[in-house]
Every structure is written in C-alpha cells, then in structure tokens.
C-alpha cells in the first residue's frame, strides 16, 4: 500500500508543479470547435503520472527491491509511447505522421508476448472451451495490433473529463484482483482524477492516453488476455465498439479516418446529460464497472449487455448522420 500513497503523492505534486508550467511550457489545450471544453486548460496530465511513476520506483529500488522482470522492450515501447504523446502535446504530429512510430511501437511491445510467452514453439490461445495453437509468428502481428489500437481508441475516447482516466483505473483495478501488481500505476491515476474530475485542473493530453492506453493493454496481458483475447475484448469494449462506429460514420459521411468530430459515445453522453461532466462521467464508468463484472459472472448476460450497447451507439451514430454539427471536425 506503501507504494500507492508514494504515488499518489509524487504524482499531485507534479501535476501542481506542472500545470503552473504548463502556458510557458506550450502544454496547453486550446477550445476550438470540436472540443467542448470552453477555457484553455493545461494537458500534463499524462507528463505528471510518467513523473510521479518514476519517482515512485526510484524510490522502490533505492530501497532494496530487486529491478521487476519486465522484459526491456516493455519498458522501451511504453517510454515511447509516452515520449510520442509528449511531443504531440507540444508540437501537434498529424496523425497520418505518427502511424509509423505506433506501428514500429507496437512490434516492439509485442515481441516479448509473441516469442518469450510460456507455450514451447506455439502460441497457446484459449477461446471458452477450446485451446487454440498458434505459430508465434502468426500471433505478433495480431498482438502488435493489439498495441497499436489501444493507445489510439483511447486516445480518440478521451474527450471528456474523467472517463479516460477512470476507465483505465477501472481495468488495472480488475487486472489487480486477478493478481497483477498495479499499486503505483493506481497511484498515478488516482492523483490524476483528483485534479481532472469533475472540473479539470488539467487533461491527459497525449502523453497520458497514449500511457494508459499502453497501460491498459500491457496489464490486460498480463493478466491472462495474451491466452484469454476474448476476456480482453471484452473489458475494452466500451471503447472498441465506440471507435469502430466511428469509423463506420466517418466512411458513410466521407470523411477522413484521421478526422476527429464531436460524435463519440463520450461527446453524445455529455448532451444526454444537458452537458454535465459530473454526471455523464460516472455513467460512462458505470457502463464499464457492468461489463467488467458480466465478463466474470455471466457471459450470457454480457453477450446481452454488449448487444444493448452495441445498439444503443448505432442509433446515437444514425443520428449524428443527420446532425452535421456533431461531425464536424478538424485534423488533429
């Protein structure tokens, strides 16, 4: 527990340090039009958690722990993941220019599940009742696509206070109970949410949804999604499902996959709820607290569950084909 509060603690007081920084720094989220917040807001957010997270483990070494078994392309991919979003934050990559760094970031964070995982010369996959052998070098390219889509759906999902940060705190939590450690990256978030939620302080910017998209992939693995994919699936379908009617939207209304607009399941919770982060947020959570737990008691139910939500984002998506000011967008 030691190591949450340390965490905790690192990453409030960087966040403070930072967000008073941050206009001098050029980390700052300008409104524009398809954006809903209204005043310019610090993006630290993820900058502030690297930083408390850093110093949380320094201090885990310097007082006599062993260096973790984390295979060193781990900790390569995920440093750049974070560095990629940094320099986004400051310097505004078109998406079209960061493909290649996420595609190169990906095999690297993959290497390690596809060729270094228990299973002998196959990849073991479970699916319900049957096991599944794969050649290893069938699965990397699917486990690379696994990084590389993470990172970027939660990046895409992150527009509005809270949700992105919650939700990742949401599934390290269900990674912790099937025995991952995840105290300090807890830790983090929870400073984070503290200062983002219900009025943000600061955003995660980049840096920190390309984090906790990393985050969240590396931990589902760990916790059994590299044997499981279903499982994993599953606990990222709120933001999976999501980001695949939009891709649907944009193809019928002609628009370019790197366009971003105002038609998310997020953008569509906060105008259901007359505009209010304080309720739309925890609704958001909510719905991922229900899946996570179907994915464990029920998979009838969650099968229902899912197609209800499935359902419930067709129509939102339908009538945003017919609102144009909810699609409008920019490059970003």
Known sequence: MIWLVLSFGFTFLSSLVLINRAPAWGFVDVPEERKIHRVPTPRTGGIAMACGTLATFVVYLGSGHPWPPIPWQTIAAGTGFMSLGILDDRYGFHPRRKLLWFIMLGLLAAWPWAFHSPGGSSYIIHLGNWVLQAPRWAAYPILAIWFVSVPNAVNIEDAINGYMGGFTLILIVVAALMGVNVLIPAGALAAFLLLNWPKAKHFLGDAGSFGCGFLIAETLLRAGGNQR?????????????????????????????????????????????????????????????????????????EAGYLAMFALALVLLNRASLFNPQLSCGSNG
């Open 229 to 301: 994919p279903l499982l994993a699936l599953v606990l990222t379908a709120p933001v999976s499902m999501d980001v695949g009617m939009g891709i649907i939207r944009r193809i019928r209304l002609k628009m370019s996959l790197f366009e971003a607009d105002r038609a998310t399941c997020p953008h569509h919770m906060v105008n259901l709820c007359n505009q209010s982060h304080a309720l739309a947020t925890p609704m958001l959570w909510a719905n991922a607290v229900v899946i996570a737990w179907l994915a464990f008691e029920s998979p009838l139910f």
